[in-house]
């Protein structure tokens, strides 16, 4: 039986798109641990808020490229869709559990607008 290795804990940044991803997440990172210290349930909220934009933009660009080139896409839109509502259905469950306030709503809101753009 081969011996199984350890995780690696962090990708060592090759290239500068890996240096500037580095700082992004450490800036956000940063932000999180002053504006929520402790409240874990809180931080989850915003992370399961960024978690559903992937699946979404995924779905909508495969979405318009279906209907660009007039193609089927093969079930694709449906399942990244899926994963989208999947991902709310986690935020609305913390929201619920988490009670944030309105500024934490807002908050959420706007990281979620801006990740959407990018």
Avoid at 68 to 81: A, F
Avoid at 90 to 112: D, G, P, Q
Wanted: proline share 3%.
């Amino acid at each position: 039986m081969e011996a199984v290795s350890p995780p690696v804990k962090h990708h060592t940044p090759v290239g500068i798109s890996d240096r500037l991803a580095l700082a992004f997440t450490r800036s956000l990172r940063f932000f999180a641990d002053v504006f929520f210290a402790s409240r874990y349930g809180h931080r989850a909220v915003v992370l399961e808020t960024i978690a559903a934009v992937p699946g979404m933009v995924a779905g909508t660009l495969r979405h318009l490229r279906s209907l660009r080139r007039m193609e089927s896409d093969n079930g694709w839109i449906q399942t990244l869709l899926n994963e989208a509502e999947n991902e709310r259905m986690h935020l609305m469950t913390l929201i619920h559990i988490a009670k944030t306030s309105k500024v934490e709503r807002f908050l959420s809101m706007m990281a979620k607008g801006r990740c959407y753009n990018l």
